[in-house]
């Protein structure tokens, strides 16, 4: 395990957060006897924060919460009875649907950005990360840069290199982030109508977007989860059988909390004939297929391809969704109305398709299920930090390829315009000589050496309903440039490669122009939100 940097707490401080948190001195631990309201907006702010939630507890809720009566409070009043009823129910009768019904809030704390893609990977739950957007990741935690430090690499012929390495790394986009800062704040005037404040942070807000790509994947970060007792075992038992040593390890501290409050639900998880033989499974038909593909594979030169391809379409969709759109509303079979649409003129057709879709006034007003008819599958290859924010996007399929200096880097114009090229390129150049020595001994390891500016190529299979939402959310004006310029790209395909102009026309929300500051809008109205408040 990596050496964790733990908090020190008063003893005051200490006696209020034992009622609340599963424990206090761990990087993973479960939240307890708290409103659910008060855990959704604590893991909200979370993401936002660069204090870890323990300390944002103290510091800006409970101050705000009632928590005289709480002294007492024992999670595990009734425990006894709820185990006895599960081990009748589940145990016996086999009825998963049972853990479905448990949720428990779980911060993951300083875990590497490679680790928070597979805590991120399951689609029922709900995570909220650390942003790098919001976030300077030159503070220090416990005297040290905030980098993931894997004991068997530290313990290595490579350890003294791989803390040296990553340390330089974050010097220079410390650096990085002064000199861009100066930068936009002299090349883009402050509008007389916002407060010095305002234009600050998203002056500074820019400025990360840019530079965030020097930051190693070893980088740490926060993760809140929301799961049921069903999605956290699944989390679990693929997270045992994953590869990444970090991966196996987080696992075990996340078994030992979650069973402080949902014991029951995680029993099968290491039972060597249940949970054991689920891993060993995913274990094995990993291991054979990379081994095959590989065989198969490894002489093949790599084809020259579009940062953004539509792999695969239904050149029919467009029918296929106005039957949709006709279905409940009619007796007939399905096949039937499909005939019927294919006769129909397009002024028929367009109709429909407009009054399914009506007058949408905001992003949120989405059409319904009819829209999940069609289906787009798309191979990306963008830098990692765009593909972070892609990937949590949920109600698709996404599989990525393992991150690597292979494929190159991206170096935004706003770090040429601000003269730091050299700075960048040097980061690039020492990311991708440390991912190749480490590679040899460290093969999953490697991955946290290399920078997020370093492009990664993952596929990306999604319905037209998911494309809505997902596309105009991705190319709102506050979104970071890298993925609003994958977001684009798909809605053009989409309207010119696969011909689904309806589908396209109908995101009206779709955001083309890019902002000069992104994060101004969004700035301006948190102003006035707080200003407006009581």
């Known amino acids: 395990m990596t050496v964790y940097a733990p908090e020190e707490f008063s003893p005051e401080e200490a006696e209020v957060l034992r009622r609340y948190f599963t424990n206090l001195d761990g990087p993973v631990f479960a939240l307890v006897n708290l409103p659910e309201v008060v855990k959704g907006a604590l893991f909200a702010r979370y993401s936002r924060s660069s204090k870890s939630l323990r300390r944002l507890f103290l510091d800006e809720f409970v101050g705000d919460l009632d928590v005289a009566g709480d002294q007492g409070v024992d999670a595990t009043i009734g425990l006894e009875r709820a185990e006895e009823l599960y081990e009748r129910?589940?145990?016996?009768?086999?009825?998963?649907?049972?853990?479905?019904?448990?949720?428990?809030?779980?911060?993951?704390?300083?875990?590497?950005?490679?680790?928070?893609?597979?805590?991120?990977?399951?689609?029922?739950?709900?995570?909220?990360?650390?942003?790098?957007?919001?976030?300077?990741?030159?503070?220090?935690?416990?005297?040290?840069?905030?980098?993931?430090?894997?004991?068997?690499?530290?313990?290595?012929?490579?350890?003294?290199?791989?803390?040296?390495?990553?340390?330089?790394?974050?010097?220079?986009?410390?650096?990085?982030?002064?000199?861009?800062?100066?930068?936009?704040?002299?090349?883009?005037?402050?509008?007389?109508?916002?407060?010095?404040?305002?234009?600050?942070?998203?002056?500074?807000?820019?400025?990360?977007?840019?530079?965030?790509?020097?930051?190693?994947?070893?980088?740490?970060?926060?993760?809140?989860?929301?799961?049921?007792?069903?999605?956290?075992?699944?989390?679990?038992?693929?997270?045992?059988?994953?590869?990444?040593?970090?991966?196996?390890?987080?696992?075990?501290?996340?078994?030992?909390?979650?069973?402080?409050?949902?014991?029951?639900?995680?029993?099968?998880?290491?039972?060597?004939?249940?949970?054991?033989?689920?891993?060993?499974?995913?274990?094995?038909?990993?291991?054979?297929?990379?081994?095959?593909?590989?065989?198969?594979?490894?002489?093949?030169?790599?084809?020259?391809?579009?940062?953004?391809?539509?792999?695969?379409?239904?050149?029919?969709?467009?029918?296929?969704?106005?039957?949709?759109?006709?279905?409940?509303?009619?007796?007939?079979?399905?096949?039937?109305?499909l005939r019927q649409v294919e006769a129909m003129s397009h002024a028929e057709k367009v109709a429909i398709l407009r009054s399914y879709i009506g007058q949408r006034e905001n992003r949120r007003h989405r059409p319904g299920r009819a829209f999940e008819r069609i289906d787009y599958r798309f191979d990306v290859l963008s830098d990692y930090g765009a593909f972070r924010d892609l990937q949590r996007h949920r109600l698709l399929t996404i599989e990525w390829q393992a991150l690597t200096p292979n494929h190159g880097y991206t170096r935004p114009d706003l770090v040429d315009e601000a003269g730091m090229t050299s700075v960048f390129d040097e980061v690039m150049s020492r990311s991708a000589a440390l991912y190749d020595d480490l590679r040899p001994d460290f093969p999953d390891e490697a991955s946290y050496a290399v920078s997020m500016a370093y492009r990664i190529r993952y596929v990306m299979q999604f319905n037209a309903r998911e494309a809505m939402h997902m596309l105009e959310l991705r190319s709102s004006p506050q979104g970071h440039p890298a993925y609003r310029r994958v977001a684009l790209e798909m809605h053009r395909l989409i309207a010119e490669q696969a011909g689904h102009r309806a589908v396209a026309d109908a995101m009206t929300h779709l955001t083309v122009e890019a902002p000069e500051l992104e994060r101004l809008a969004s700035e301006r109205r948190a102003e006035q939100r707080r200003s407006e408040r009581p």
């Open 89 to 337: 129910v589940f145990f016996e009768y086999g009825d998963d649907s049972v853990a479905q019904l448990g949720g428990v809030h779980l911060a993951c704390e300083q875990a590497s950005n490679v680790l928070t893609k597979i805590l991120e990977w399951g689609r029922l739950a709900s995570y909220l990360e650390q942003s790098t957007r919001y976030i300077a990741y030159d503070a220090r935690l416990a005297g040290r840069y905030r980098y993931y430090r894997d004991l068997g690499v530290l313990n290595s012929r490579l350890g003294t290199r791989y803390v040296g390495d990553m340390d330089r790394m974050f010097d220079s986009y410390s650096l990085l982030m002064e000199k861009v800062t100066d930068h936009v704040r002299a090349s883009v005037p402050r509008d007389p109508a916002d407060s010095d404040f305002v234009y600050r942070q998203a002056t500074r807000a820019k400025a990360l977007d840019a530079v965030r790509g020097v930051l190693p994947a070893s980088s740490l970060s926060n993760v809140g989860i929301y799961a049921s007792g069903q999605a956290y075992e699944a989390m679990l038992i693929r997270m045992r059988a994953h590869p990444l040593p970090e991966a196996q390890q987080y696992a075990a501290l996340m078994l030992e909390e979650l069973r402080k409050v949902i014991p029951s639900f995680l029993r099968r998880v290491d039972l060597a004939d249940r949970g054991g033989r689920w891993s060993d499974y995913l274990t094995s038909t990993r291991h054979e297929t990379s081994e095959l593909v590989r065989e198969l594979f490894a002489e093949t030169p790599t084809d020259h391809s579009a940062p953004v391809v539509l792999t695969d379409w239904d050149p029919d969709g467009e029918n296929k969704l106005v039957a949709a759109i006709c279905y409940p509303y009619s007796s007939l079979p399905e096949s039937q109305i």
